[in-house]
């Protein structure tokens, strides 16, 4: 069974940067996708960037040109470098991490990290 270890939430005012980490518990076990998604109350849980292992990268639109992810196979780690961040940017976030064996997916989530970010 693979964890998600999360690190690297915090409370920064707006304009500001933070940097999030999420490493596997497994290293030999590879990892095709790797994401990030958040989730504020009352809201349903969106995806906000994604990787490859390729390094193929996906982002959404309210996130794209501000945020960055990035990751390590040899590590099974992804990162995500949130700049310019907003009040909207607020919720918590959880890293996952998807595998496909045949026809089967083998999904991953962490336990999610809290990101506030002040006006």
């Known amino acids: 069974q693979v964890q998600l270890v999360e690190s690297g939430g915090g409370l920064v005012q707006a304009g500001g940067s933070l940097r999030l980490s999420c490493a596997a518990s497994e290293t030999s076990f590879s990892i095709d996708l790797m994401g990030w998604y958040r989730q504020v109350p009352g809201k349903q849980r969106e995806l906000v960037a994604s990787i490859t292992r390729g390094g193929s990268t996906y982002y959404s639109d309210s996130v794209k040109g501000r945020f960055t992810i990035s990751r390590e196979n040899a590590k099974n780690t992804v990162y995500l470098q949130m700049d310019s961040l907003k009040p909207e940017d607020t919720a918590v976030y959880y890293c996952?991490?998807?595998?496909?064996?045949?026809?089967?997916?083998?999904?991953?989530w962490g336990q999610g990290t809290q990101v506030t970010v002040s006006s």
């Open positions: 996952n991490a998807a595998a496909w064996r045949a026809i089967i997916k083998y999904d991953y």
